[in-house]
């Protein structure tokens, strides 16, 4: 750890010496209106680099002719993610001149590897290159000083200008133009997209998809998973963990209504009102506190605007006037709401009765900061629970958890961690042990638990002795049962019935720990035709068969499913055929349901025309051996020509599930 953080040292000291010297003659974004061609030579990525979202490494070099603009940034940093929707407004609008390529230079050590940062596009939905900068060479080459820091370099491989921080799109908007105005001027511009193979094209679509938080509620016996790049929220029966309901539609937006017409943005921490029979939702990237009526099943915002607030200090208003950055979890105490508010680096509460929402605990600065609630400083807090008295949460960015007091006048204390730089994995007391970016935390009979997420780990903490150590997780990321369990960056964590329930972010699943045992299996959820995934990105297309020909009016189908070596069609859920015909008849109908229940289905066919076709839509839910909490869902549509004449008696359909 020593050695880590004095290697961050001389990286900053050095890249502060580089700085002074390399943008001396590089400025910031240039002024509208100024004359946007760079002067000073792009540094090439180095070779041996590992690159994700294209099928090869990218050099400078072969973008000439592209206006290029690198992205700096760490996977953990509430601000990198703020720029992401900015980035992506850039890309659609200048697909033909801009490369985005992020340019990932890790603060954590679980952030260093590829594998991690793979999880991260896939969960930011990241449409661009991005190369794996470990070492952070990239960034000093580039005398990078903060997270997030952009580079514009023109079509000619020269630097033009830089910006560090948040609020992008009208910056680079105005240069990205003025660039390719004088680029085009000059000759130097070459058209046309990258042909990228993204990481998202090599993912099999699952129920779940990275839920960030979980929410048990003894007294109902109801699970509430936030499946969070879903967005949407399932509410689970724990007496046979099926599937009741499903709260929005699944695709992203900011709507209000009816469950099945709802729309989120990312949902994440979840406090459920037994009371109203009420489920508030820290609605994260759509900046908004929303609340599911589970009677009328109806969806409301009851603060936020929408948009990211950019105020500092941050504003206290009224409900839906009132701007908010990045709620990420909720916990309520009678009337009041409090709010972890990871984008303002912030405690606030919302009054449920007057929906007024302020500030509870810090400045808005980021750092570690204890003392009174009105002077501490907070970084990036993600995940909030209470004891009555105190809220206790996970400060993500300086590794701690922390207690405020619930009353406006008390104070802030830090439990256990270190500070901004100074992190680990290390079982101690007080602020002598070390987390590595903790997420969720839950408070069970004077005991906090703690999802250690870049540690794989839960660890227990005793709030009066400030001892924190291991509970479950070996440190290495899997999603092993039993009694020696992995995790893979766990993100939430909840308690009913003597049982810790973990959202297993990256391994897309809701693990179960019984506290007396320390046994962990994985929640194998039921009925889950009810919470069929969105298609992810795109509109499934239909496959049209060679034309059969039959030589009998009642020919056999056969629908045969060839699953991936190990699985097996999961128990828990329903798998079917659609079947539509014309000029035929299945089972006697021209439009069904067929239950696949095993790997070969026969069915029986009449021709009612020379010529028919069947169009098939296929819902199949895998899953290996003995690992059905994962469940894989598999879609397609085919059509099938078929026309009588000579020819064979039977028609044989093959999907094989990849």
């Not at 009678?334 to 929402?357: C, F, P, V």
């Not at 199949?620 to 020509?641: A, D, I, N, S, V």
Request: with cysteine; hydrophobic share 40%.
């Amino acid at each position: 750890m020593k050695l880590s953080v004095a290697i961050l040292a001389l990286v900053s000291i050095a890249a502060v010496a580089l700085w002074q010297i390399f943008w001396r003659s590089t400025p910031r974004i240039p002024q509208e209106g100024s004359k946007m061609e760079g002067t000073v030579n792009a540094p090439d990525f180095p070779e041996g680099l590992q690159w994700l979202n294209t099928d090869r490494p990218l050099s400078l070099r072969e973008l000439r002719g592209k206006v290029v603009l690198l992205d700096f940034w760490t996977y953990c940093c509430i601000n990198c993610m703020h720029i992401l929707p900015d980035l992506k407004k850039l890309e659609r609008k200048y697909a033909d001149e801009l490369v985005v390529i992020g340019v990932h230079s890790a603060k954590f050590f679980t952030e260093q590897e590829t594998e991690n940062i793979r999880q991260a596009i896939l969960r930011y939905d990241i449409e661009h290159p991005v190369v794996n900068d470990n070492q952070m060479i990239v960034w000093q080459q580039y005398a990078v000083r903060a997270w997030p820091t952009l580079v514009l370099i023109d079509p000619s491989g020269k630097i033009v200008g830089y910006h560090s921080g948040e609020g992008i799109y009208d910056i680079f908007d105005r240069a990205i133009a003025e660039t390719i105005r004088t680029a085009e001027a000059k000759g130097t511009l070459k058209r046309g997209p990258l042909n990228l193979k993204l990481e998202r094209d090599k993912e099999a679509r699952t129920v779940l998809r990275f839920p960030g938080k979980v929410l048990a509620d003894e007294r109902t016996n109801r699970l509430f998973i936030a499946d969070s790049n879903h967005h949407r929220v399932l509410v689970v029966s724990l007496k046979d963990n099926t599937i009741e309901m499903v709260i929005g539609s699944g695709a992203m937006g900011l709507e209000d209504g009816a469950f099945e017409k709802a729309r989120f943005n990312n949902p994440q921490g979840m406090a459920y009102d037994p009371n109203a029979d009420a489920l508030y939702i820290a609605d994260t990237d759509n900046h908004a506190i929303r609340k599911a009526d589970l009677r009328k099943r109806t969806v409301e915002t009851l603060a936020g605007t929408g948009e990211q607030s950019r105020a500092y200090p941050p504003r206290p208003g009224q409900g839906r006037e009132t701007a908010l950055n990045s709620p990420w979890d909720v916990v309520l105490v009678g009337d009041m709401l409090y709010i972890a508010m990871a984008g303002s680096h912030q405690l606030w509460r919302l009054n449920l009765k007057t929906l007024e929402a302020e500030p509870h605990a810090g400045t808005g600065r980021e750092a570690c900061i204890d003392g009174s609630l009105r002077t501490c400083a907070l970084a990036q807090p993600s995940g909030i629970v209470t004891d009555g008295k105190k809220l206790y949460f996970a400060d993500s960015e300086v590794s701690c958890i922390r207690a405020a007091d619930i009353a406006p006048n008390g104070k802030m204390e830090t439990l256990v961690g270190g500070d901004l730089f100074e992190f680990g994995d290390v079982d101690s007391f007080g602020r002598e042990a070390r987390l590595q970016h903790p997420l969720g935390v839950v408070y069970v009979e004077g005991v906090l638990y703690v999802a250690d997420t870049y540690n794989n780990k839960i660890k227990r903490l005793d709030p009066r002795t400030r001892r924190i150590e291991t509970f479950l997780g070996t440190g290495a990321a899997g999603a092993r049962d039993g009694d020696n369990p992995t995790f893979d960056e766990p993100g939430g964590l909840s308690y009913a019935h003597g049982k810790l329930y973990i959202a297993d972010t990256n391994n897309h699943l809701i693990r179960v720990a019984d506290l007396k045992t320390k046994r962990v299996e994985t929640l194998q959820l039921r009925g889950l035709e009810a919470a069929q995934p969105p298609a992810l990105h795109r509109q499934l297309p239909t496959e049209t068969l060679s034309s059969v020909s039959v030589n009998t009016r009642t020919p056999t189908l056969t629908l045969q499913v060839r699953l991936p070596q190990g699985h097996k069609l999961n128990p828990n859920a329903k798998s079917q055929a659609r079947i539509e015909a014309q000029g035929a008849a299945v089972q006697d109908k021209t439009e069904l349901i067929v239950p696949i229940e095993t790997l070969q289905t026969t069915l029986p066919v009449q021709l009612t025309a020379k010529r028919a076709t069947l169009n098939l839509h296929l819902l199949l839910y895998h899953c290996r051996e003995g690992q059905e909490g994962l469940c894989y869902l598999y879609e397609k549509r085919l059509t099938m020509p078929l026309q009588q004449g000579t020819g064979t008696d039977s028609i044989a359909i093959t999907v094989e599930v990849r």
